[in-house]
C-alpha cells in the first residue's frame, strides 16, 4: 500500500484534474465496483477507488506519483460500471498527462515510453500505424536491445510472422480522412493543459 506523502491537503487539486476533463470525480460514493472490475487491480499500489478518494482529499503527491495511474489500460471497465458514469479511465489520462507536466518520474518508464510513443504516432497519422508504432516503442525504451541480450527477440518475431500470416496488421499505414482536424484537436488539448 503507497503512502500518503502531502500532509496538508491541496484543495485546487480537484479543480486542476477537472480542468483536463470533465471526469466527474465528485460524484463518486466509494461503491468500490470500478475497482471490482479492474483486470489490473492485482498489480496496482492505489486501487481505482482509492485514486479516486486520494483526488477528492486533495493528495496531489500521493497520486501523481502512484504506479496505478501508469498501470491503468484504458480498457474502461471502471466507466462502464461505474453508477454515477464518472470517467475513470479517462481521469487516469488526465492524471498521466498531469504527472508528466509536474516532472514527476514515471515509477514504470516504459509505460511512459507506451504513452508518448502512442500520442507522437496519433498526433503524426492521425490514427495509430501499430507496426511502426511498435517498432519505435522497442528503439525508444530499450526494449529491444533488453530482448536481443536476452535472446527474447526470436519469440517477438515468430508471433509477427504468425501475425503476419493471418493478415493481422498492415505493412504500410492506411490513409485516413480528418488527420488535419485530429491534429488540431490534439494540439488544443496540449495547448490548453500547458497554460498556466
Given at each position: 500500500m503507497l503512502e500518503t506523502k502531502t500532509l496538508c491537503p491541496d484543495y485546487q487539486f480537484i479543480q486542476e484534474v477537472e480542468s483536463y476533463g470533465t471526469f466527474g470525480a465528485e460524484a463518486c460514493f466509494q461503491c468500490r465496483k470500478c475497482t471490482n472490475g479492474c483486470p489490473v487491480a492485482f498489480a496496482m499500489d492505489l486501487l481505482p477507488d482509492q485514486v479516486i478518494r486520494m483526488v477528492l482529499l486533495g493528495q496531489r503527491d500521493t497520486v501523481l506519483s502512484c504506479n496505478s495511474i501508469w498501470i491503468c489500460i484504458s480498457c474502461e471497465t471502471c466507466t462502464t460500471r461505474c453508477p454515477n458514469k464518472i470517467k475513470i479511465a479517462e481521469l487516469m489520462d488526465g492524471l498521466k498527462e498531469?504527472?508528466?507536466?509536474?516532472?514527476?518520474?514515471?515509477?514504470?518508464?516504459?509505460i511512459r515510453t507506451l504513452h508518448e510513443t502512442f500520442l507522437k504516432n496519433v498526433r503524426k497519422r492521425g490514427r495509430v500505424f501499430e507496426l511502426g508504432f511498435i517498432q519505435k516503442y522497442m528503439f525508444d525504451s530499450g526494449e529491444l536491445q533488453r530482448k536481443w541480450n536476452n535472446k527474447e527477440l526470436r519469440y517477438d518475431l515468430k508471433l509477427g510472422l504468425k501475425m503476419a500470416a493471418k493478415r493481422r496488421y498492415l505493412f504500410k499505414p492506411s490513409k485516413i480522412n480528418g488527420k488535419d482536424e485530429i491534429r488540431e484537436m490534439l494540439a488544443y488539448a496540449f495547448e490548453k493543459k500547458n497554460k498556466p
Open positions: 498531469m504527472a508528466i507536466q509536474a516532472g514527476i518520474a514515471c515509477p514504470q518508464p516504459q
